[in-house]
């Protein structure tokens, strides 16, 4: 068998997937194309996320080179096709940084990291065009809560929002009592969107990342749950046969012994 040496660089990745791709190469990655492989580079990227999450630096390097690997798959495609060269995405990519940081690049002033968001938008928008919607840039396929805090970010851009987190806190509650009366199951499902909205805004405006914050909370409820059934193993009883109250007190007990140790993202607790 060949002995297959690249570079330890992004050309010499982008070199090994061409090979990949090649007549010589592996039947299943000349299948693949930018459609059938989406669902991996979500995947993927979800994974470098909780890398970043973990902190093990190997562990993000890892995952780091798995979206590489996907970002060097898409290039080919385009080269492939003769849309694109390498070449273009770098340069698209660095005139585009260099056009939305003008603080740095040209004579403007330097600027708060505030005002350099704010500014950034601004340019975003100046490149879309004036006449399009103030939320045409964001990203619709973004995970619902991610996506509402994008939408709402990008409106308070231009003053569309609450003065104050008090009429953020009414608005929730408002909400909250047109769900408890909404009468019919479209009705129920429309009313209990506009709660989840308004409690992403609440997220927003105590600088709260919405997606994140349920995410931890989707794993300290893991990490609880695991920790009542090893309660209730060991008085040898299985969940299922004891009563809500007595799972009450199962889930209170498991709080109390996990509520000193720290959780980490990938669902385990560190003690």
């Known amino acids: 068998m060949e002995n297959a040496t690249f570079e330890n660089s992004f050309d010499g990745l982008f070199e090994l997937i061409s090979r990949l791709r090649g007549p010589a190469g592996c039947s299943w990655d000349r299948e693949q194309s930018r459609e059938s492989m989406k669902k991996q580079l979500l995947e993927e990227v979800y994974e470098l996320i909780d890398a970043i999450e973990e902190g093990n630096p190997l562990h993000i390097a890892e995952e780091v080179g798995d979206v590489l690997a996907h970002m060097a798959f898409q290039i080919v495609f385009g080269v492939e096709n003769g849309e694109f060269s390498i070449g273009d995405i770098f340069r698209l990519e660095e005139d585009k940084l260099i056009r939305r940081h003008p603080h740095v690049f040209s004579e403007a002033s330097p600027k708060e990291p505030y005002q350099v968001a704010a500014q950034w938008e601004e340019i975003k928008r100046d490149e879309r065009g004036r006449s399009e919607s103030v939320l045409a840039g964001v990203t619709m396929s973004l995970p619902a809560l991610a996506l509402a805090q994008a939408l709402q970010e990008r409106a308070a851009t231009i003053g569309f929002d609450w003065e104050d987190v008090g009429g953020v806190v009414d608005k929730v509650r408002e909400e909250l009592d047109e769900l408890v009366n909404a009468k019919t199951p479209e ?3 429309s009313e209990l969107g506009d709660v989840l909205f308004s409690l992403v805004n609440m997220a927003r405006w105590l600088n709260v990342d919405a997606e994140d914050s349920l995410r931890r909370a989707g794993i300290r409820f893991q990490n609880r749950f695991a920790k ?4 209730s193993d060991q008085s040898g009883l299985s969940l299922e046969e004891v009563s809500i ?10 709080k109390l012994e996990l509520s000193d140790l720290p959780v980490s993202e990938d669902g385990t607790e560190i003690s």
Do not use: C, T
């Not at 009542?228 to 309660?231: K, N, P, R």
């Open 187 to 189: 009705e129920r499902e």
């Open 228 to 231: 009542m059934e090893h309660i």
């Open 245 to 254: 109250g007595e799972q009450d007190l199962l889930w209170s007990q498991a």
